[in-house]
Each structure stands twice: as structure tokens, then as C-alpha cells.
């Protein structure tokens, strides 16, 4: 009976132990200077060259000044940006072989909350390869070919993916997107993100009629979730067990 009790109690432990163990790092990807490329389902992305700068700081503050209250100066760090995206886009083609272009480029300048935000955003499209059988999206290029972000790089995939692979590790890791410091090594850069897949299923009663059902990934998140259901619906049986032991006295 003992034993019977331990193993129970064993089990429910390690639902727990799972479920704390893979809850996602609760940080933002805010770290002042960024390069942000956010996936599509179609392997194009949205790419966003950020600067934050703290207006409380007086060189900060001198910093964002001189670029806000500079027309000439807003567009040559626009086509700074554009210039580096465009060659983003012929190394991603040309390590790929897939036809990499890039987009028009915008420029940004806000205040807000005592932040002053340079923001320039650009596109890649067709940079990440796709497998639409099974929703799955790759991105490697331009990183592996030598592409120098010289900040903080942040990947993100598309709505309802799930990031289930990254090479190097990343410095932070949410669900469904990373980033890595701006001395990580991207040599071998490599980001999966798999998103829901839709299964076909017979009807019953050997009908010849089909439905379709949605099928999530499997993730560290499900697993930790399912783990903790299930040792939470054995503490009745514990308790059941315990009172069984008891009344046989």
C-alpha cells in the first residue's frame, strides 16, 4: 500500500517538476538597439532596425535630438538601413537559391513615455523556406552567409507557430520567438518555428464523407500542461487510496 501511495505522489511530483520547468522566460525583447525580422506564413518578412534612447539621459536625449530634429540626417540613416537590407537579400538569394528581394524602406521618429524611437522598417520576401505540408518555416539566410546585424537580432514567427529549434542557443527565448546578443556567433544560424497542421480524419459509420481537424505541434508548453493536468486528477486517487488503507486497519 505504501508503495502504491509513493509512486502516486512520485508521479504527480513530476508533473509539477515539468510544468515549472518550461514556462516560457517572461522578458520582453526590448534592449535598445535591435534588428528585428518578423516571418510570414509565405516566408517573407517584415524587418524592423530599431533605437531606443532613454531622454532622461542627457547624451541620450542629445543623441535622439540630433537625429529628430534632422531631416537629411533621418534619411541618410534610412538608406543606410535600405543599403544593408539590399544586401541581406542577395546573400539570402544567392546561399538559397530562392528569388530574395527587398522592400521599400520607411523611417520613424517618436517620443513616448520618455523614450525617444528611431525605427526603420524594411521587407525580405520569400527569405525563409517554407514546407506548407506541414507548416513548417526555416530561416538561415542571410545570417549563416555573414550578414552583420551589430545588434541585438530578434526572429519571430507568425501567429499561432511555435519556435521548436535554434542554433546557436538563444539569450532569450519566448514561444514563438528569440534573440540573441550582439556578440552571438550566427555562422551556423538556424530557427524552426512549425505552426498547426490540418489532419484529415474519416467519418464514421464507413462513410465516404471527410472532416478536418487542427492539430497544434507538439511543444515543451503542451507537454508541461498535460503533465500538470494529470497530477492534479490523481490527487483523488491518492486520497481514495490513503482512505482504502485506512478503513482496511
Not at 509539477?16 to 538597439?33: I, K, M, R
Not at 516571418?39 to 534612447?53: H, I, P, Q, S, W
Not at 526572429?155 to 546578443?181: E, H, M, N, Q
Not at 552571438?184 to 459509420?205: H, K, M, Q, W
Amino acid at each position: 500500500m505504501r508503495r502504491l501511495v509513493a509512486a502516486v505522489l512520485a508521479l504527480c511530483t513530476v508533473g509539477v517538476v515539468l510544468a515549472s520547468a518550461v514556462v516560457p522566460v517572461a522578458a520582453v525583447h526590448t534592449t535598445g538597439h535591435s534588428f528585428t525580422v518578423q516571418l510570414a506564413e509565405n516566408g517573407d518578412a517584415t524587418v524592423v532596425v530599431e533605437d531606443r534612447y532613454n531622454l532622461s539621459n542627457e547624451s541620450e536625449a542629445a543623441a535622439f535630438e540630433a537625429i529628430a530634429s534632422n531631416e537629411s540626417r533621418q534619411q541618410q540613416h534610412r538608406q543606410q538601413v535600405a543599403a544593408r537590407l539590399d544586401r541581406g537579400a542577395s546573400l539570402a538569394a544567392d546561399a538559397s537559391g530562392r528569388e530574395v528581394q527587398s522592400g521599400e524602406v520607411t523611417i520613424e521618429v517618436t517620443e513616448t513615455n520618455g523614450t525617444g524611437i528611431v525605427r526603420v522598417q524594411g521587407s525580405w520576401s520569400n527569405v525563409a523556406a517554407v514546407n506548407t505540408k506541414f507548416n513548417i518555416l526555416e530561416l538561415r539566410q542571410p545570417f549563416q552567409s555573414g550578414f552583420e546585424v551589430n545588434r541585438t537580432l530578434v526572429v519571430a514567427g507568425p501567429d499561432a507557430y511555435t519556435r521548436v529549434s535554434t542554433t546557436p542557443a538563444p539569450s532569450r527565448a519566448l514561444k514563438s520567438s528569440a534573440y540573441w546578443g550582439q556578440d552571438a556567433d550566427l555562422s551556423a544560424f538556424f530557427i524552426r518555428f512549425e505552426g498547426p497542421t490540418t489532419a484529415t480524419v474519416s467519418a464514421s459509420g464507413g462513410g465516404s464523407q471527410q472532416g478536418t481537424a487542427t492539430v497544434a505541434p507538439i511543444t515543451s508548453e503542451g507537454l508541461a500542461a498535460f503533465a500538470l493536468a494529470a497530477a492534479v486528477a490523481l490527487v483523488p486517487v491518492v486520497l481514495l487510496v490513503v482512505g482504502f488503507g485506512r478503513v482496511g486497519r
